[in-house]
């Protein structure tokens, strides 16, 4: 497949574009990842919420076991104990769904702070590239073939901008019909350069 054009200025653009738009890629990437990482931080609360909500409850189902074991009065003061480390268990499960909604929500965002330049960047620089690489491999595949300075002549008076069909002939569209030799190789040129494909190209 060909990358890159033939001739030295254009593939100079080329060249540049794509290091610009990789650089743009990692900052993006980048960034997305520093955004998702800073909302992740405030996970830290939740964090020590469901710590604290365990430490909470492990510390009174210990001493509701210990109490437990007091002959006669045992039960009775063991209920309020084992009442509260349920609302350490509450907290604890308070603090794993804070740190859920924060994961959720770092994600979504990271995601739309990557997603939406990497959708800007595929449609202004990666199609574009795509298309010229897979034009120019396409026709130099059909000159290969025996395609013809000719049939390249008529694409381009039907394609070609009008300033560069001027620049060739006053009439270009007469001069191909006339079968011009000039003014046909002159076109096909204009096909050719649209491909980054150097005019020496033809037979």
Known sequence: ?????DYPAARTRQIIADIVGLVLVIVVV???AAVTATIRALGAFGRDLEQAGLDFETGLADAAETLG?????GDGIRGPFDAAAGAGASVAEAGRAQQAFVEAVAL?????????PLVLLALVWVLPRVRFALRSSRLRSMIA???????LAARAVARAPLHELAAVHPDPAAAWRANDPAAIRALAGLELRRAGIRADALP
Do not use: F, H, K, N
């Open 30 to 32: 980048s960034t997305a």
């Open 1 to 5: 497949m060909s990358l890159y054009s």
């Open 69 to 73: 074991e007091v002959p006669l009065i």
């Open 108 to 116: 979504g965002v990271g995601w739309s702070v990557a997603v939406v």
């Open 145 to 151: 073939r025996g395609m013809t300075a000719d049939t």
